[in-house]
């Protein structure tokens, strides 16, 4: 039997992304990368050139591009039986990501920030992950508020998700994504995971994306008693925690940047959850 979730390695071709910044900008190491990351379990590569860390300044169409074109086309060169995926909020690059063999594009801006993003992933036939985002990467930290955080992303998603069919884009292509660390506080975060379920009646697969997010780094140091958050090489601990807990409220997919840790993780979590193991070699006991 497939395992009851999938796995988004991460491949980030930037100089500035927060955990990885700068180690695959060479377009060899990308893809190197994204053979081990196959090797160890991903199911889906996501493929992106702009770092959305808080504080990050956008990237020119021509940049991005550069830095992701040659991945793609090493990945398909590869043959990896992996799908992928190519995180962008332009639709010039994700046309470009499609001819190159991508199948889903994560736009964190949920369609907004492009006006022919919507039309193109509706014409391709792509599937599409619509993400919740309060303001914008550059200034999306600064004193985030919500009514009620759970039921404003909720509702957002829910509009996204609206948009998107109107558009042309059909339902059943469409996951959604609450956006962790995206213009939330350390609680937000939290609370969005500990009312995850609460997500799923939307009708369609969540996303999470909590690999070496900052409130983790901060929450471990508390624990440790350090000052500074614990580095995101330190977080690992951190993300299985919410990942298992997403799983165990409804995520399907998980964008993490360590693949063979939380496959694991997950693997032993839909096990205890099921209540049963069926061992992929029927000899092991
Ligand atoms: N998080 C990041 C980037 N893209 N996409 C989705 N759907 N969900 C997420 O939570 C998400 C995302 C940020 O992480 P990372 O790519 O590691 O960093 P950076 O944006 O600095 O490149």
Known sequence: ???????????????????DGGEF???????????????????????????????????GEVEELRRVL???????????????????TKASVAR??????????????????DAGMA?????????????????????????????????????FLDERMAFAVAAGVEERRIVLDPGIGF?????????????????????????VGTSRKSFLGRIAADVLGHAEPEPTSERLEGTIATNVLAYERGASIFRVHDVAPLR?????????????WTPTDATTT
């Open 25 to 59: 900008l060479d377009a060899g190491a990308a893809v190197e990368h994204a053979r081990l990351l196959v090797e160890e379990g991903a199911d889906i590569l996501d493929v992106g050139g702009e770092s959305t860390r808080p504080g990050a300044e956008p990237v």
């Open 119 to 155: 039309e193109l992933v509706a014409e391709s036939g792509v599937q599409c992950c619509l993400m919740h985002m309060l303001g914008e990467p550059r200034t999306m930290q600064a004193d985030p508020r919500y009514t009620d955080v759970v039921d404003d992303v909720k509702a």
């Open 70 to 88: 040659p991945v793609l086309e090493g990945i398909a060169a590869l043959g990896l039986e992996a799908e992928v995926s190519i995180d962008t």
């Open 96 to 113: 470009a990501a499609i001819a190159a063999g991508a199948t889903i594009v994560n736009d964190v801006s949920a369609l907004r920030a």
């Open 264 to 276: 694991v993780a997950l693997a032993v979590t839909a096990a205890t959850l099921g209540g049963r």
């Open 1 to 19: 039997m497939s395992a009851p979730f999938r796995l988004m390695g991460i491949v980030n071709v930037t100089p500035d992304s927060f955990s």
């Open 183 to 207: 213009g939330k506080t350390v609680q937000h975060n939290l609370e969005l995971l500990r009312r995850l379920g609460e997500l799923t009646q939307l009708g369609r697969p969540l996303l």
